[in-house]
């Protein structure tokens, strides 16, 4: 690897986790600089400012988020199937990258960054409802409307990662934290089923806790599988 790609990605990886851990305006760049064993001068050569290396953790971050949407999108299988995976792999996202949930809350409510985080999402949304109106034509206006729809999984998904520690004991303190992932994208797809059925009630597909006739009723688990 280049010498200067290297130090580069140093500096951003020291810096993820300090502005992860106690935000941008309380991480310093003599920090930075110990946390990554680089001088304090080669912050500044590869990012000029601690604002712009702030704008860089960001970027990278949703160049990674970005990758994973679109892989999800464009797979195969129908809407449903590719929605599915789009939640599934959005919540590992969340998950495994705590500090990026962390920076963005904190720039949410009152950062410099709202617009460069405005700027990635917004084509990302533009994509998925754009998908799902044409695909549902019901979805193109009222209650059911695509970017409602898209806004109420993702404060789902969102919700349930950034206040996980308090999540965790309104509904089992003593669950396995990878098992309570698995049932909150579990419970995502359930929602989604449901969303799809409404959208086209004439789907051949039951929607999920909805018995068919003569049927026995299919174990939660089962409808997942």
């Known amino acids: 690897m280049d010498p200067a790609v290297s130090t580069r990605n140093k500096i951003l990886d020291a810096a993820d986790g300090l ?11 003599r920090q930075i600089a110990d946390a990554s064993g680089v001088n304090k001068a ?13 704008g860089a953790v ?6 990674r988020l970005t990758e994973v949407v679109v892989g999800a999108l464009s797979g195969g299988g129908d809407l449903q199937q590719r929605f599915g995976r789009l939640l599934d792999a959005y919540v590992d996202f969340l998950d495994q990258n705590r500090a990026f949930s ?3 809350q904190r720039e949410v409510a009152g950062g410099r960054q709202l617009d460069r985080i405005v700027g990635h999402m917004v084509p990302l ?29 993702y404060g789902m998904a969102v919700t349930y990662v950034t206040y996980r520690p308090v999540i965790e004991k309104l509904m089992d303190p003593q669950a ?50």
Not at 58 to 63: A, K, P, V, W
Not at 134 to 144: H, I
């Open 19 to 29: 502005f992860g851990d106690v935000g941008f305006d309380a991480a310093s760049t």
């Open 42 to 54: 080669l912050i500044h050569y590869h990012f000029s400012t601690k604002e712009a290396l702030f």
């Open 176 to 225: 396995d934290p990878a098992t309570a992932i698995e049932q909150r994208k579990a419970h995502l797809r359930q929602m989604l089923s449901l969303v799809m059925h409404e959208l086209d009630p004439k789907d051949d597909r039951s929607a999920p806790g909805r018995a068919a006739p003569n049927d026995e009723p299919t174990k939660a688990g089962d409808r997942l599988t």
């Open 102 to 104: 962390a920076m963005v």
């Open 125 to 153: 949304f533009e994509q998925a409802a754009l998908l799902l109106q044409q695909a549902y034509p019901a979805s193109r206006e009222g209650a059911l409307a695509a970017p409602q729809l898209l806004m109420s999984f």
């Open 58 to 63: 960001l970027d990278r971050y949703y160049e």
